[in-house]
Nanobody, 122 residues
Framework: VQLQASGGGLVQAGGSLRLSCAAS????????TGWFRQAPGKEREFVAV????????YYADSVKGRFAIFRDNANNRVYLQMNSLKPEDTAVYYC????????????????WGKGTLVTVSS
């Protein structure tokens, strides 16, 4: 499956962005899908993950209550709505998916898209 993330950009602290992950090549509803991010000089970290049907979601503590992950399987897309953005949310955001159980471990993901840069100014 091929993934393409989009929607990044420059936003002021307190603002919002919606990232989109478009999938092609396979039946997207067969895949658990997650968002991860990597800030400059830091390791890639888990942000959020959603089950195949969208009924289960999990978030990193750092984004809980501010970010929301949801999916539209009919259109092969997963979204990350990011509200109340902080400068520490600045990073390249990646979407990834796997066919196994829902996990938060980036090493367990099977497919990755190219990232989209989110920059939050103070």
């Amino acid at each position: 499956v091929q993934l393409q993330a989009s929607g990044g950009g420059l936003v002021q602290a307190g603002g919002s962005l919606r990232l989109s992950c478009a999938a092609s090549g396979r039946t997207f509803s067969n895949y658990v899908t997650g968002w991860f991010r990597q800030a400059p000089g830091k390791e890639r970290e888990f942000v959020a993950v959603i089950s195949r049907g969208g009924s289960s979601t999990y978030y990193a503590d750092s984004v809980k209550g501010r970010f929301a992950i949801f999916r539209d399987n009919a259109n092969n897309r997963v979204y990350l709505q990011m509200n109340s953005l902080k400068p520490e949310d600045t990073a390249v955001y990646y979407c990834a998916c796997r066919t196994g159980a829902i996990v938060r471990d980036s090493n367990a993901m099977d497919y990755w898209g190219k990232g989209t840069l989110v920059t939050v100014s103070s």
